[in-house]
């Protein structure tokens, strides 16, 4: 092509010869001359192309005359811009437009403006020069004038790439103007080249080849159209002779590239390297069809490093050979063991439409490395094999994929949508039903896992039904449905389940076999069957293998429960002593449970023996409480009422919010009064009012208190104490607000809610101060929240909680903390659970409470106190292991936000091991991210790669990783990989969440990083 267009004038010369001398005498005798001599030298000097004379006769002359002839000045002006433009002046552009302005209907406009095209063409302005050239009237040039001036607008529009509209003009001027036939020849051979038109091509070029000016470009011409026709060999000995010819070297680095390209489709990848190598010694700018040819040749030299270095020049512009180039980049990652990186290249040739033979081959290999590394978080390995049968159905990998199938669907951790694949499957086969029925067993499982009990029912259901119609045992699903119905409190379905696992042909080769003899016992136990929980749990501890675990001295106490229940002490003595034995530090359940059992058959004296030594032995045990009580109990069974009265002191003392303290307090005015201490026994009831105002026992302390003052006859002083008692202490109890209260719960046991509801309030409204308020603010709220009507129902809540020491305060309180918290009241909730952890007596209540403030502390976002809350809860003995990783969970994420994290650590690893839970899942993340921001980049790749090959149904902190691990290879600077994994997880990652932005927001960091 043209680089720069030689200037022809297209001004009409006048046939006048002036001497070098004539100029001289001319300029000499100027000033004696007029201003019509001067007009006249100039435009002789124009004329004979004497342009920078003709400039400066035109200066002076414009510096004479001072209002110049019109038409003298027309031609005077164009002569002047005419000039500028032939001696290539900078401002002559500038001329030529002020001549076209000044004189728009001048004769010479056409030629001011073919000028400035000119000047625009050889700027490289194609557009503005097309714009000037379409701006000339052809009438206002001579023949020959048109013919170059249709040349130059030919010209533009090749460069402009309207190739039709250049051809048109080229063919023209072949037939009208001989001195354009051999630039037009050669200007129509490329616009064939360019359009594809190879045998015109050829023939054009072959025309020209000869010609002194296109004889060196011609060939190369010919040697491209050879090579885009296959034909190698005569290409290859073209470049072979001008090679022989001394080339100059912009020529010798295309001949070397063009043998390169010649040998590598003649399969000679050797020689096409060797060319290739003689070729990249000019650090040439390579074109991308020839850094997938080098990679080629490495990959079949085995030189997987090198080749995967050109497959990256070529990949990512999302043609045919980004294709082939990403296909063959995961093959030298294969050879080279880099299985991720082989995954992900495979996966985003799969992805391409550009040769569908390649997509097919990458789509398969991804496949089959997915299925043989494992690896699947987002189920890659079944969508994968299922997209070759969707995308591919006659694909030659056909059987190879069904065979590979059913254990892809149960090795993905991802069950839900190897489901979801596998029922759209029209006709599957009996292998793939028992495997939908496995599936179905996972799922139920993984639901399990996460406490979500009645999802995981419904799972365990469809798997025993499809199995039942498979006719296949199923003993192992038996078995956790009965653990699920178990946690839902269907003890009659879970007892079921179990015996149905037990009854199974080989249950006893499965884990659960032992275990299920266990909780079989339990269901019996709960539901009060006592004879049938004795036989399972003695069968149970039987079994040796247990001996060690800790639920042998929990089912001992369970046999020992169950003998007590049958009153049979002494065998429930038996056991019971069999457990506390089991270890140095004993069991506090199973020695109170003894000492029990002695009061009941009266044997005092060693029941209060044996409590008298309880404190020591479980300074924090929840029963000693109850063991003091019963001490006292069994010192006033034996008439020993010094010993019963500090007994039931320190009760009160270590225990003041416990409903036995209010007992205890009873206890201590009947015994000081029966030893006729009358005033300590009036302060001890009057202890009791003051500090428990809304309970049972000030009732009856009130009412003992009563029967003192009117014993020793001090009525008055007693009339004066109660009228300056608060509204928390019922003072009477008339017959009228007992069958008031009485009809309403009557009511509400026979299942009358609304009505009952509707007596309660009436109740509540005839007797605000009576003696039953607080057991109707309580039953009416519940019978309120059962009806749905949860907004009315807390009211009278918050009325049960006012009422110190009543026993529905604690009920009233967790109905109060739960709501609030499902509200997100967190703050409210957190203070009704820290009320409540004062009062809780039972192990279930407590769990729930100090789980619920550590829930409202997190929530809250109050790190400082969450440790100590979750060490609080950890401390539980036999703790669930869900709220074990919960503890542990917000402990860790606490610690980390108070940038604690070397204290973390132990308990996040030891998490991390459970990532097929939620809590466990994210562990396992900030575990990877703890060291990532430790700056250990390898061990927080290790950490993330090993998540996403063990796989977890918590699909957001896989994706998690896979943006870490992006973020660890920007870190690298390693842009190629980290934007792989950025484009697998676009690919694979379904979710609408922010995992989308982060992504983007990656990706377009890459692209800038890439430019820089």
């Known amino acids: 092509m043209l680089s720069y267009i030689k ?20 300029q000499e005798n100027s000033q004696k001359k007029g201003p019509t001599w001067l007009y006249r030298l100039a435009s002789e000097q124009f004329n004979a192309g004497e342009y920078a004379y003709c400039l400066r006769t035109l200066d002076t002359w414009f510096e004479q005359e001072q209002v110049l002839p019109e038409n003298l000045r027309e031609n005077a002006r164009f002569m002047y811009a005419a000039s500028s433009y032939e001696l290539n002046r900078m ?36 557009q503005d020069a097309l714009a000037f050239f379409l701006s000339c009237r052809s009438k206002d040039f001579s023949k020959k004038e048109e013919a170059g001036y249709r040349f130059y607008l030919a010209f533009t529009y090749l460069q402009l790439d309207e190739l039709d509209q250049a051809r048109a003009l080229f063919e023209g001027l072949l037939q009208e103007d001989q001195r354009y036939v051999s630039a037009s020849t050669y200007y129509l051979a490329f616009i064939d080249y360019r359009q594809g038109r190879t045998e015109q091509a050829l023939e054009g ?64 990848h050797a020689l096409s390297q060797e060319y290739y190598g003689k070729y990249l010694r000019y650090n040439p700018e390579l074109l991308r069809s020839d850094a997938y040819r080098i990679g080629i040749n490495h990959y079949v030299a085995k030189e997987y490093e090198q080749a995967a270095k050109y497959f990256l020049q070529v990949s990512q512009e999302g043609d045919a050979l980004a294709q082939n180039a990403e296909y063959h980049l995961g093959l030298c990652y294969l050879q080279q063991q880099k299985f991720d990186q082989a995954r992900m290249s495979f996966e985003q040739a799969s992805l391409s439409d550009q040769d569908k033979e390649v997509k097919e081959s990458a789509l398969y290999n991804y496949a089959l490395l997915c299925y043989q590394t494992s690896f699947s978080p987002f189920n890659e390995q079944v969508r994968a094999f299922e997209r070759i049968l969707t995308e591919f159905p006659n694909s030659r990998y056909a059987d190879r994929v069904y065979g590979h199938l059913v254990d892809a669907f149960l090795s993905t951790k991802n069950y839900q949508a190897s489901l979801d694949v596998l029922n759209k499957i029209a006709d599957p086969g009996k292998d793939l039903l028992e495997t939908k029925s496995k599936l179905l067993f996972l799922m139920g499982m993984d639901r399990f896992n996460n406490a979500a009990y009645g999802e995981a029912l419904t799972y365990f259901n469809s798997s025993i039904q ?33 015996l149905r696992f037990l009854n199974s042909p080989n249950a006893s080769t499965y884990k659960a076999w032992q275990l299920a003899h266990y909780n079989l016992g339990y269901s019996y136990y709960n539901l009060k069957q006592y004879p049938e929980a004795l036989n399972w749990f003695l069968k149970y501890s039987q079994f040796k293998e247990i001996r060690n675990d800790n639920t042998y001295p929990d089912v001992l106490n369970r046999i020992g429960d169950c003998y007590f229940h049958a009153r049979n002490y002494d065998r429930a003595e038996e056991y019971y002593n069999m457990s506390d034995k089991l270890s140095e530090t004993g069991n506090d359940y199973a020695v109170f449970q003894r000492g029990f059992s002695m009061g009941l058959q009266k044997r005092h004296e060693e029941k209060a023996r044996l409590f008298a030594g309880f404190e020591e032995r ?101 009339l004066n104490y ?35 509801i509707k007596g309660f309030q009436d109740y509540i409204n005839a007797y605000p101060q009576g003696m039953f308020r607080t057991e109707a603010y309580f039953h009416a709220g519940n019978l309120l929240l059962l009806s749905n009507e949860t907004s009315r129902a807390l009211p009278y809540f918050q009325e049960v909680i006012k009422q110190t020491g009543h026993r529905f305060v604690p009920e009233a309180l967790v109905v109060l903390a739960e709501h609030e918290y ?14 409540l952890d004062v009062l809780a007596e039972d192990r279930s209540v407590r769990i729930g409470t100090r789980s619920g403030i550590l829930r409202c502390l997190y929530a809250l976002g109050r790190n400082e106190s969450i440790p100590a809350a979750a060490d609080k809860l950890l401390a539980e003995e036999n703790l669930s292991p869900s709220l074990q990783r919960e503890a542990l969970f917000r402990k860790t994420i606490a610690l980390m936000e ?13 998490l991390a091991e459970e990532s097929q839970t939620a809590f466990g899942a994210e562990a396992r993340f900030r575990l990877a991210e703890y060291w990532f921001n430790k700056n250990d980049l390898k061990k927080a790749e290790e950490i993330a790669q090993s998540f996403l090959r063990d796989g977890t149904s918590q699909s957001y902190w896989l994706a998690r990783c896979f943006v870490l691990l992006s973020d660890i290879y920007i870190q690298r600077k390693d842009y190629f990989q980290a934007r792989q994994y950025l484009m697998s997880l676009k690919e694979n990652y379904r979710a609408e969440d922010e995992i989308a932005g982060m992504i983007q927001t990656r990706l377009d960091n890459i692209a800038q990083l890439s430019k820089e």
Do not use: C
């Open 898 to 910: 108070l940038n604690r994290t070397d204290e973390a650590l132990s308990d996040l690893q030891r």
């Open 466 to 498: 499809l199995s039942t119609q498979l006719r296949l045992e199923a003993p192992e699903t038996y078995f956790w449905r009965g653990e699920t119905h178990y946690r839902l409190e269907n003890l009659r379905a879970a007892s079921n389940d179990y």
């Open 618 to 718: 479980f300074p924090l045990s929840d029963y000693l409480d109850d063991a003091l009580y019963e001490q006292g109990r069994a010192y006033i069974a034996l008439n020993r009422p010094a010993e019963a009265l500090p007994v039931f002191e320190k009760l009160m003392q270590k225990f003041p919010n416990n409903i036995l303290a209010r007992k205890a307090g009873i206890q201590i005015g009947l015994l000081e009064y029966n030893r006729n201490n009358t005033e300590a026994a009036i302060a001890a009831y009057k202890k009791v009012i003051n500090e428990y105002p809304g309970s049972q026992e000030a009732q009856t302390a009130l009412n003992d208190l009563k029967m003192i003052y009117v014993a020793v006859n001090r009525v008055p002083e007693y």
């Open 7 to 26: 200037r022809k004038s297209l001004i009409f010369l006048m046939l006048m010869a002036f001497s070098a001398g004539s100029f001289v005498s001319a």
């Open 205 to 268: 070029f072959g025309k020209i080849a000869a010609h002194p000016e296109y004889e060196r470009i011609v060939p190369f011409y010919i040697m491209q159209l050879y090579f885009d026709q296959g034909k190698n060999k005569e290409m290859l000995e073209i470049a072979e002779k001008l090679l022989q010819e001394d080339p100059n070297e912009s020529e010798r680095i295309e001949l070397y590239r063009l043998s390169a390209a010649g040998y590598y489709e003649l399969n000679d």
């Open 722 to 756: 109660v009228d300056n008692l608060g509204s928390g202490v019922r003072i009477e109890r008339s017959e009228k607000d007992s069958l008031s209260y009485l009809a309403a719960e009557r009511l509400m046991v026979d299942g009358k809610n609304q009505e009952a």
């Open 91 to 126: 401002e002559s552009s500038l001329l030529l437009k002020e001549f076209i302005g000044e004189f728009p209907l001048s004769v010479q406009a056409s030629r001011a403006y073919y000028m400035l095209g000119i000047n625009a063409m050889n700027a490289r302005q194609y």
């Open 822 to 835: 499902k509200q997100k009241e967190y703050a409210r909730a957190l203070e009704h659970y820290q009320s």
